[in-house]
């Protein structure tokens, strides 16, 4: 009779314990990020190096204090990708994080594709947003615009225990 009532009571700790972790991966951490209406999307500029606000509507965000990858956004803007492509830099190898399934507006996949087929241009939002990510903004031709974080080079290196290629910033904490 034992063992029936030990097996469970570990049965329940491991359905409960798995679908707390479930929850907080999902749904716990994440929190909708107000839009300010003038400064939500951003690109850098090829003329400046600065990021600058564009036109945007539609401003949907999370993000989560977890991670910096957490970050995710959707929006529409009524500039052309040819006059983006004209004024700010363009992101090399983008790849769009999956979000959670209930923040519907962002399809990883479906971004991921857009890209590959050329119907949908990347371009760098702020380099190093937080030390090693990047916030990556990619804008398809009908101006449906999504944003995520990105690990750059400088990240990885860091992370990985390396020291930070040229032309990275010093890692936080570095002695200078």
């Known amino acids: ?18 679908g707390g972790m479930y929850y907080l991966q999902v749904y716990g951490f994440y929190a909708a990020v107000p839009a300010t209406g003038e400064d939500d999307v951003v690109l850098t500029s090829l003329t400046s190096g600065a990021p600058e606000a564009i036109l945007y509507e539609d401003f949907e965000a999370i993000d989560a204090d977890s991670s910096p990858l957490r970050y995710r956004a959707c929006f529409t803007t009524p ?8 004024t700010y830099a363009l992101y090399d190898n983008p790849v769009p994080n999956v979000a959670p399934g209930w923040f519907s507006c962002f399809d990883a996949d479906a971004i991921g594709a857009g890209l ?27 101006g449906r615009g999504f944003v995520w974080h990105q690990i750059n080079i400088c990240g990885e290196k860091v992370f990985d225990g390396d020291a930070p290629p040229p032309g990275c910033p010093p890692p936080p904490g570095a002695s200078q």
């Open 1 to 18: 009779m034992n063992g029936k009532v030990l097996v469970i009571f570990f049965a329940l700790v491991a359905l409960f314990g798995g």
């Open 79 to 86: 500039m052309s990708q040819a006059l983006l492509t004209e």
């Open 116 to 142: 590959n087929e050329g119907n949908m241009t990347a371009f760098l939002g702020v380099a190093n947003i937080t030390y090693g990510f990047d916030r990556v903004v990619a804008v398809d031709e009908d």
